[in-house]
């Protein structure tokens, strides 16, 4: 047993010289503080947005779309002058408004688009200029907009 205790008492002697050279490898400890850069937090405020200043020309474009007052299902005996007498309308105007070159070349379960139907308040004239603005910039981080 005298060996066994020799064998640990090794083993802390190596464990504690390992320490002590571990110890006098470490840089030495400063006698004061380590300067640093100070901290400096910038903040920046995003700008505010003007909603009703956001309109554009192609907002207020009225592009009129076929509703299902203004379709007409072909049925099996339909001809386009039957149809454009029936609809107060030419044959013309039913070639032009469902892009057809033929007027023969109709078939039943087609759907066609009828003027006539459609209500008079949507055209496809350009719509009346918006009025100018003019962007007034003061001492605010947001533009505001008047009218001349």
């Known amino acids: 047993m005298p060996y066994a205790l020799s064998l640990r008492a090794m083993y802390c002697l190596f464990g504690l010289a390992l320490a002590l050279a571990l110890a006098a490898c470490a840089p030495p400890q400063p006698s004061s503080p380590r300067p640093t850069a100070a901290t400096i937090i910038d903040i920046t405020p995003a700008p505010t947005q003007n909603i009703d200043a956001t309109a554009t020309a192609y907002a207020v474009l009225l592009i009129p779309t076929p509703t299902p007052a203004g379709l007409y299902v072909v049925q099996p005996d339909d001809t386009l002058s039957k149809l454009a007498e029936d609809f107060g309308t030419t044959v013309e105007e039913l070639m032009a408004a469902n892009n057809l070159t033929d007027p023969n070349a ?9 003027p006539s139907l459609i209500s ?3 055209t496809l004239e350009t719509p009346a200029p918006l009025p100018t603005a003019t962007v007034v910039i003061s001492g605010t981080a947001t533009p505001t907009l008047s009218s001349p």
């Open 120 to 122: 008079g308040t949507l």
């Open 106 to 114: 109709i078939q039943a379960g087609q759907t066609l688009l009828i």
